[in-house]
């Protein structure tokens, strides 16, 4: 395979009325393989050629680690504002050239069997909607813009204009339930009260599993606990939230007087029952005959 192109090599370098003038970066020793005034001049051209930090180092045999200090130096501010001019020309010209391989594609090598038959242009068509989308979002994103082609301070404005639309929501929602929107104290306050709520339920769950437990099983975990606090050192006390046996007994003895209370206040109001099994209910009386007393031959024909 054949090695790619450096785009660098297929840009033009940055003329010099395209460059913003700039005060070299004072230096106290002048040293022919240091940063010299023609260097830093050149790495200037050659970042606004690139847009690149490093391959601008580079094309002046310096590091970019050595540039970054350079920036950093006392009386530098025209380096480095020579240097954002720079670098926003190199990212402008680093755009043109990917319109233009978006537009014009590139030629791409075609292989057959190992050997180099020819070449054929290949287009990108999702490079060419980025740079659409970017460069005309009022057109070609229904006038949003691409977050991931923004820079910082496009990102910042974006988020900034985010949370402001979502203060005037909330408002509007506000307006529209009647319901106040919570400051973060008052929302702190409805949380704790919330947790608060919670952690009674839970206290109130392992109260009732306690007093669900045997006596045995109460005495054993007490005994446990008091063993494990003289080992380390320290005392015992039994949570509040766990009730004592006086306290257990009590309440079974409510629970029963209840139950119990209940009962009989279901047989006062309850509907007679049936009788019980192989009771003998009483042969009804015979009803007195108001018939005529006299008998007649018809009567003994139909029996």
Known sequence: MTRKADPATTRLPATAGELPAFTPVPRKSKRHDGWTEERQQRFIEALASTGSVKAAARAVDMSAEGAYHL????????????????????????????MERALNGVEVPVYSYGKLVGSRTAYNDRLLMFMLRNRAPERFANG????????????????????????KWEKEQARKTGRKHLSAPEARKVIDAKLEE??????????????????ETREAYRHYETLRARDLGRDFKMPSHLPDEATIAEEREEEERRIREARERAQREAPPTLPPPGYIYPKPKPEPDDGPRVRRLKDDTWR
């Open 198 to 215: 919670l952690r009674q339920r839970v206290l109130a769950r392992k109260g009732m599993e306690w007093c669900t437990l045997s006596p």
């Open 71 to 98: 920036r950093r130096q006392p009386g530098a501010e025209s380096f480095a504002a020579a240097w954002q001019a720079a670098l926003d020309h190199g990212v402008q010209r680093i755009e043109d050239v990917a």
């Open 144 to 167: 949003k813009s691409d977050l991931k082609g923004l820079n910082a301070v496009g990102k910042m404005e974006k988020r900034r204009l985010k949370k402001k639309w979502r203060r």
